[in-house]
Every structure is written in structure tokens, then in C-alpha cells.
């Protein structure tokens, strides 16, 4: 099990942007596929975006493609979602996770694969 910690969360105008990380300890970081996803008052935790666990592969939703990045540096252990051009409906607790399975041929990209969270952030997106 690994314990994760996101940061950089925080109030924002549309259009601007914010740097979300999420650092990693206790566990095995490096050979796992990571997540971002998101929740919303009243809504369901949603898939953000992913990343493998070499860096190579990525895979975003549709909602946040062409203005989020995800990217992670195995040596400090950390995640990163840079979010560019934010929009209100972008508001939500973003949550990092580890995939439960060790180097997935794929990214995954349902809650139920994963089995380690943060806390989450809060991102507030002003109109």
C-alpha cells in the first residue's frame, strides 16, 4: 500500500491555470499506472486523466483533452495534472490513485481498478 498526497489545489479564475501534484510514499511507486480523477457536489468520481508507469502513455477524457497534461517523475515519486484554460465545470475534489495492478498493459480508467487515494484537492473555478 502507498500513501499519496495531493497539493496545489485552490481558487482560480476561468481561463487560468494550476499545477496539481501528488506525491507518493511508503510503497511502491514507479511500477504502477497512476490517476487523476475528479468529483463534483452530488456527482460520481469521474476519470481524469492517466499515465503508465513508465511515462510513456497517456490517456485523457474527453472533457479535459488539449488543456490538461499529465506527467509524473518516478524519481521524486510524484504525479503532476497541469490544468490549463479552466473552466467552471472543471470544479471538484481531484483525487491521485495507484492502479492495483502492477504495470497494466493499459491505462486504466474505472475507480475500480485502482485501490490507493489521496485525500483529494479542492479546485474552485470562478466564472
Known amino acids: 500500500q502507498v500513501q499519496l498526497v495531493e497539493s496545489g489545489g485552490g481558487l482560480v479564475q476561468a481561463g487560468g491555470s494550476l499545477r496539481l501534484s501528488c506525491a507518493a510514499s511508503g510503497g511502491t511507486f514507479s511500477i504502477y499506472g497512476m490517476g487523476w480523477f475528479r468529483q463534483a457536489p452530488g456527482k460520481e468520481r469521474e476519470f481524469v486523466a492517466g499515465i503508465s508507469w513508465s511515462g510513456v502513455n497517456t490517456y485523457y477524457s474527453d472533457s479535459i483533452k488539449g488543456r490538461f497534461t499529465i506527467s509524473r517523475d518516478n524519481a521524486l515519486n510524484t504525479v503532476y495534472l497541469q490544468m490549463n484554460n479552466v473552466k467552471p465545470e472543471d470544479t471538484a475534489v481531484y483525487y491521485c490513485?495507484?492502479?492495483?495492478?502492477?504495470?497494466?498493459?493499459?491505462?486504466?480508467?474505472?475507480?475500480?481498478?485502482?485501490?490507493?487515494w489521496g485525500q483529494g484537492t479542492q479546485v474552485t473555478v470562478s466564472s
Open positions: 490513485a495507484r492502479d492495483r495492478v502492477l504495470a497494466r498493459a493499459y491505462i486504466a480508467t474505472t475507480t475500480q481498478l485502482y485501490d490507493d
